[in-house]
T-cell receptor, first 111, second 114 residues
Framework: DAKTTQPNSMESNEEEPVHLPCNHS???????IHWYRQLPSQGPEYVIH???SNVNNRMASLAIAEDRKSSTLILHRATLRDAAVYYC????????????FGKGTHLIIQP | DVKVTQSSRYLVKRTGEKVFLECVQD?????MFWYRQDPGLGLRLIYF???????EKGDIPEGYSVSREKKERFSLILESASTNQTSMYLC?????????????FGPGTRLTVT
């Protein structure tokens, strides 16, 4: 499976935008880019996914580089409830064989 | 809303006991998964199932077995619990969305084996 690289931690202020980067230089043409997050004492939750084009949903935006070797999860206005570990994951579209989680980025939000 | 529920949030068992962790999802999803999560190691896939009575080994199946007799229920079994199986266990189910799959996770079961 293609691997992803994320910073161990990031800090941001409440009500400011947050840009979480992810490098995936060995991504294949059929890999989808997924983002999940895990709040303290909870299971991971789906945030967003994309293939080639940028994507928006109610939680976040996903910006994908033109060469697809990197992507950025954008939280437009961070709140304290966004403090979590964010995982960038590549999924080959098969879907049935699970996800490979890395260590993720621990996002700290300062009030 | 999709719901994935797990039978216990916290469980304490003794070494050598047989342990059953139950997971139920209410959205008719084909695929179900069991992961364990340990500090510094992240989430690791133990077993998964893409249909009733079907099972596939994940990355770390040793010491575990699974059962899927009904579509909505996926059980993880520790035949003889050992202290190195102390961990957070997470169940998930998935459905197809836009060419890929979105996974829904349960709240987790924190198992301590003494």
């Amino acid at each position: 499976d293609a691997k992803t690289t994320q910073p161990n931690s990031m800090e941001s202020n409440e009500e400011e935008p947050v840009h979480l980067p992810c490098n995936h230089s060995t991504i294949s043409g059929t890999d989808y880019i997924h983002w999940y997050r895990q709040l303290p004492s909870q299971g991971p939750e789906y945030v967003i996914h994309g293939l080639t084009s940028n994507v928006n949903n109610r939680m976040a935006s996903l910006a994908i580089a033109e060469d697809r070797k990197s992507s950025t999860l954008i939280l437009h206005r961070a709140t304290l409830r966004d403090a979590a570990v964010y995982y960038c994951i590549l999924e080959s579209g098969g879907g049935a064989d699970g996800l490979t989680f890395g260590k993720g980025t621990h996002l700290i939000i300062q009030p | 809303d999709v719901k994935v529920t797990q039978s216990s949030r916290y469980l304490v068992k003794r070494t050598g006991e047989k342990v059953f962790l139950e997971c139920v999802q209410d959205m008719d999803h084909e695929n179900m998964f069991w992961y364990r999560q340990d500090p510094g190691l992240g989430l690791r896939l133990i077993y998964f199932s893409y249909d009733v009575k079907m099972k596939e080994k994940g990355d770390i199946p040793e010491g575990y077995s699974v059962s899927r007799e009904k579509k909505e229920r996926f059980s993880l079994i520790l035949e003889s619990a050992s202290t190195n199986q102390t961990s957070m266990y997470l169940c998930a189910s998935s459905f197809p969305k836009g060419g890929t799959y979105e996974q829904y996770f349960g709240p987790g079961t924190r198992l301590t084996v003494t």
